[in-house]
C-alpha cells in the first residue's frame, strides 16, 4: 500500500536568498545519463495506478520510451551544522512525500552505501529512530524521496538530497529532481520540486 501525498509546488516560485549553484538546469537527459535504478521508481510508481496488469505494462513501456527525462540539480554550502541539516531534511521527507533511500558514509569510508538493503521492487520506507541517528552520525548522506505533484499527483519526481559534512558548522546541501516529461507538454515537476525544497531549506534558516 502507497501512501501519496502532494508536495506543495507554485508555478512561480519566489526567488531564492541563498547562493545556489545550478549544476543541470532543466537538462533533458538522455537514458544514458541517469540511473537504471531511478528511472525504475519512477515508471513502477507511474505504473501503479493502473489496475489491470497489461495496463501497467503498456504504461511502464510508454513512460521508459516516450517521455523525456528531465535533470535539475542546485547546491550551496550552509553554516549550519550537519546534523541539524539532517534532521530538517528528514522532516521534509515526512512532510511533502514517500522515502526511497538512505545511504550514508562515514569516515572511513569513500562510497555511500544503503541502509535498505533491497529486494528488487522500490517501495515507501518508514523512517525510524536508528535510521535517524546513524545519518546524523554519518559523514555524508544521500536521501533519495518520491514527491507526487500534478493533477491528482500523477507526476512523480524523485529528488535526490545529497549532504556533506565539511566541518562542524559547514555542510553543503545538493538537490536533484528527476522527472518524466511529456514531449509535447513539459511541467518541469523536477525542477519546481527542487526550488520548493530549497526554499522550505532557507525558511528553516531564516534566511
Known amino acids: 500500500m502507497f501512501i501519496y501525498k502532494r508536495a506543495i509546488v507554485k508555478d512561480q516560485p519566489m526567488p531564492l536568498v541563498l547562493p545556489w549553484k545550478v549544476a543541470s ?29 497489461l495496463s501497467k505494462r503498456i504504461i511502464a513501456w510508454m513512460t521508459t520510451y516516450l517521455n523525456t527525462n ?5 547546491s550551496t554550502t550552509v553554516a ?6 539532517v534532521d530538517m531534511m528528514l522532516a ?10 538512505v545511504k550514508i558514509a562515514t569516515e572511513r569510508e569513500n562510497s555511500l552505501h544503503s541502509l535498505f538493503p533491497r529486494n528488487g521492487t522500490p517501495e515507501i520506507l518508514v523512517q ?11 559523514n555524508a548522506c544521500e536521501i533519495k524521496v518520491l514527491i507526487f505533484t500534478g493533477l491528482m499527483n500523477v507526476n512523480p519526481v524523485l529528488a ?3 549532504l556533506r559534512r565539511y566541518s562542524e ?30 526554499q522550505k531549506i532557507e525558511v528553516q534558516l531564516r534566511v
Open 128 to 138: 525510524t529512530d536508528e535510521i535517524r541517528r546513524l545519518v546524523a552520525q554519518s
Open 160 to 162: 535526490t538530497i545529497q
Open 25 to 53: 538546469g532543466e537538462k533533458m537527459g538522455g537514458r544514458m545519463e541517469i540511473q537504471k535504478e531511478d528511472e525504475a521508481i519512477l515508471v513502477q510508481f507511474v505504473a501503479s495506478w493502473f489496475v489491470n496488469e
Open 80 to 85: 549550519v551544522d550537519f546534523t541539524a541539516v
Open 92 to 101: 521534509f521527507v515526512d512532510d511533502e512525500g514517500g522515502l526511497i533511500d
Open 169 to 198: 558548522d559547514q555542510t553543503s546541501i545538493e538537490i536533484t529532481g528527476f522527472s518524466k516529461e511529456g514531449w509535447m507538454i513539459r511541467r518541469h515537476a523536477g525542477k519546481k520540486v527542487v526550488r520548493s525544497l530549497a
Open 70 to 74: 528531465e535533470i535539475y540539480t542546485i
